[in-house]
């Protein structure tokens, strides 16, 4: 049984077909990439994997459980989690509390027990802190826990999402082009990031990126979209050879007479 | 985390939001009688002060910290002051109990304004609670119609027992402000502030967000129903034109000038404010002309408000209370906004 299970997922937008016939099985430990042209709808398919948008047609079982239907918050809660193409941190608060929010879904003490300090508030907030600052560690976060989110540099924003989703212990977790405005050393950090945490956490991901360097070196299996359609799948070698991935990208050969 | 370092906390908690705002009115009481005389007029506005406070530190709640723009905080109040002040009227309630009675039905009102209006944000939200507060105001005026004649429309209920004293109001301020904040800095806090923050990214990280804006909701009604029990057992009257649009303004106001996001900033806001207005009373017609001046240099001059998103701390007394430093350090209480 697949840990992630996709079944011809599909969403029109007012006529678009955004995505159709989307499918993809990933097992616990796969390192997948999810490639295509600007407005492929890679992103489309994250946002109905995460319950933002509820697709047309499709089955999406999450360890065997179907979350079609489901709020994002308790997709979150069975273990899938994402970032954001265009980051989305909380700007205003703390790098801890941006972590802290994320484990408040595992926090187990109540308003009622918050609001009048029983011991459980001051031991749940104990174990969210020491949570989130063992992972801020992780991510050589720990020393900037106080600055604000919105005051990091780019680079480490994109870490300090990475943390927030980890804290939220998911299985499977959902990176939107990570490596969106880096240099080509960040790039490269940031694979290495990428595959220490696939190792580290034993954790599926799926990614989806625009440097091919970055895809190419650190994904196992690639699938490409083009116009909603999946038109490759497969090892990476196999894409860059592929005549549709290219045409997709570069556009038709053109053969002289 | 030991037992003895919660309690002293605890005390921290006590010591912050009783005894430290108690020790300065007294001084501030103090010092107006003393350059004044005593007179009945100066506790008067204390304890409409404490009201007020209240008032503000609820709606920080939703509007500060929740990030949903609320404009129907009067009909909140008056949902509680009916309910309070008919208790005590009619059927000869106790003074806290028909407040307890008055602040669930307010909380139940919020929790009714708070789910349909959840798909809304924004000015779109704005007009839907300000909407809300008038339907109360207005089924009140209309309550000869309705089968409730005892509530006597538009003519107001007179009647009602004084009950509210300057202790009952800073005692159930200091209650409300201490829940409050104990309420923003847990995870439950941290859960609302970041609703305000960024709704989608607050889903994804399994925040239910349709919880906590209900939460705010329930809360917030909750406080503002209990501070308009005060109210009519205050002014000894329930009347509907006490809980018009205004009101509401007023109390955004508040928490605007104190600093959205900062539970001390809007107290202190309501404090200085609720005294400005009094004090400005000398002026006569010109008081709402420089009341309006002086709002609109506020929010040149400090467009976060007062605080901003900071809070005051008690940080000038801590080494007058050994454990206090130590304390907060260890429960986490760090600035959230």
């Known amino acids: 049984m697949a840990l992630l299970e996709i079944e011809d997922l599909a969403i029109n937008f007012g006529g678009l077909k955004a995505v159709s016939g989307f499918s993809m099985s990933l097992e616990k430990g796969d390192l997948r990439g999810l490639i295509g042209p600007n407005g492929a709808g890679k992103t489309t398919v994250f946002n109905m994997l995460t319950g933002v948008y509820r697709p047309d047609a499709g089955r999406v079982l999450l360890n065997g459980k179907d979350i079609i239907g489901l709020k994002p918050h308790q997709i979150t809660a069975l273990g899938m989690s994402r970032t954001f193409q265009n980051i989305r941190l909380f700007k205003g608060l703390s790098v801890l509390d941006n972590v802290r929010i994320a484990l408040n879904l595992t926090a187990s003490c109540g308003v009622v027990e918050s609001v009048f300090r029983f011991p459980k508030y001051y031991s749940e907030e104990k174990r969210i802190t020491d949570k989130a600052e063992e992972l801020l560690d992780l991510f050589k976060l720990g020393d900037r826990k106080n600055a604000l989110a919105s005051s990091l540099p780019y680079g480490e924003q994109r870490r300090l999402e990475i943390a927030r989703a980890l804290a939220t212990s998911p299985k499977v977790l959902l990176l939107d082009e990570p490596a969106a405005g880096m240099n080509p050393q960040e790039s490269q950090e940031l694979m290495g990031l990428i595959e220490w945490i696939n190792k580290e956490f034993d954790l599926t991901i799926l990614l989806i990126e625009h440097h091919m360097e970055v895809v190419m070196g650190v994904c196992r299996r690639i699938q490409v979209l083009d116009y909603g359609v999946t038109i490759a799948d497969g090892a990476p070698d196999q894409i860059k050879r592929d005549p549709k991935v290219i045409e997709a990208y570069l556009g038709e050969e053109v053969r002289d007479a | ?337």
């Not at chain 2, 939200?125 to 507060?133: C, D, P, R, S």
């Open chain 2, 1 to 337: 985390m030991s037992n003895a370092s919660a309690r002293s906390s605890f005390a921290a908690g006590f010591l912050r939001t009783f005894i430290a705002p108690a020790v300065i009115l007294a001084i501030l009481y103090q010092a107006i009688v003393a350059a004044f005389g005593k007179n009945d007029y100066y506790m008067y506005v204390l304890t409409l002060s404490c009201m007020n406070v209240i008032l503000a530190t609820s709606l920080n709640l939703i509007n500060g910290f929740t990030g949903q723009f609320s404009l129907g905080h009067a009909g909140f109040m008056a949902v509680g002051a009916y309910l309070a002040g008919s208790l005590t009227k009619f059927t000869h309630w106790p003074f806290v109990p028909a407040l307890v009675v008055g602040a669930i039905g307010a909380s139940l009102a919020g929790v009714l304004v708070g789910l349909p209006t959840l798909r809304l944000r924004g000015d779109y939200l704005a007009i839907a609670t300000l909407g809300f507060g008038e339907i109360i105001r207005m089924l009140i005026i209309a309550s000869d119609q309705i089968g409730l004649k005892f509530l006597e429309g538009p003519r107001g209920v007179m009647g009602i027992t004084k009950y509210t004293s300057f202790g009952w109001a800073y005692l159930l301020a200091g209650i409300s402000v201490w829940v409050l904040t104990n309420f923003i800095w847990s995870t439950h806090g941290r859960a609302c502030v970041s609703v305000r923050e960024d709704e989608v990214a607050a889903e994804a990280m399994g925040v239910n967000t349709t919880r906590y804006k209900v939460m705010a909701f329930c809360i917030g009604a909750g406080f503002a129903g209990l501070a308009g029990g005060l109210h009519a057992h205050f002014l000894q009257l329930l009347h509907p034109s006490s809980y018009d649009f205004l009101k509401s303004v007023d109390y955004l106001v508040m928490v605007v000038v104190g600093g959205m996001g900062s539970l001390t900033g809007c107290a202190v806001a309501a404090v200085f404010l609720t005294v400005f207005n009094e004090v400005l009373r000398r002026a006569l017609e010109l008081r709402m002309l420089i009341y309006a001046i002086c709002l609109v240099i506020i929010m040149l001059t400090r467009p976060q408000g007062l605080l901003g998103g900071k809070e005051i701390s008690l940080g000038a007394f801590k080494y007058l209370v050994p454990s206090y430093g130590r304390s907060r350090a260890g429960s986490g209480e760090r600035g959230l906004t």
